[in-house]
């Protein structure tokens, strides 16, 4: 028998588009190169958009068995997409929201 997921309902938040600026401008100065590691530690820099999900995100999460660190634990596993979206603007808001729901839907209360 498989794990029994349930969806959540996460609030709709908009765009952090001032987080997204500041994104792409500490990889202007930080990487001089395109670097996946660079960018990376560009995206994740401060926790600023983990603490913009949760600061809309938590009370929802929490019923799920999330606190801040499972939290970010899963969160981190968007690196990829977050880039995308963040810094090669090749992903928008939207799909990201749905791919990170996803993954906090899979994990949700693996702590």
Do not use: H
């Amino acid at each position: 028998m498989g794990i029994v997921v349930y969806p959540m309902d996460l609030p709709y938040i908009q765009e952090p588009v001032q987080i997204k600026n500041k994104m792409k401008q500490l990889k202007v100065v930080l990487c001089k190169q395109s670097d996946a590691d660079c960018d990376k530690m560009v995206v994740w820099n401060n926790n600023e958009l983990p603490k913009y999900l949760w600061a809309s995100w938590s009370s929802e999460l929490r019923r799920y068995g999330y606190d801040w660190q499972l939290f970010l634990k899963v969160i981190k596993l968007s690196t990829g997409d977050v880039v995308l979206w963040a810094l090669k603007d090749a992903l928008s808001w939207d799909e990201l929201v749905k791919k990170v729901s996803k993954l906090l839907i899979t994990y949700q209360g693996e702590n």
